[in-house]
Nanobody
């Protein structure tokens, strides 16, 4: 059974930081591209950041220079370090793993709220 479990969300003040984690089980984690997406009510889910099996990274324009994605294959975990958080970063953050298009898995999400 494949599971992606996110953690690390919460309430943080503007300008603060959070680190999200996503632990995978049931997949050959090292082969998967891992991504973070976010979604707010009434809007489409948007890509925040992704990291390939080889370590190449890609970021959404709104988070470049503030967020960093990384992975630890031994721990089957992908991280999202979020710095200089803004109220508009408030969303549910989802972890996604995909492999060669044929396998796509999502976590259930973790809420991030940026508010004073």
């Amino acid at each position: 059974q494949v599971r992606l479990v996110e953690s690390g969300g919460g309430l943080v003040q503007p300008g603060g930081s959070l680190r999200l984690s996503c632990v995978a089980s049931g997949i050959m984690f090292s082969n998967y591209r891992m991504s973070w997406y976010r979604q707010t009510p009434g809007k489409q889910r948007e890509l925040v950041a992704s990291i390939t099996s080889g370590g190449d990274t890609n970021y959404g324009d709104s988070v470049k220079g503030r967020f960093t994605i990384s992975r630890d294959n031994a721990k089957k975990t992908v991280y999202l370090q979020m710095n200089s958080l803004k109220p508009e970063d408030t969303a549910v953050y989802y972890c996604k793993g995909d492999y060669a298009v044929v396998a796509v898995y999502w976590g259930r999400g973790t809420q991030v709220t940026v508010s004073s």
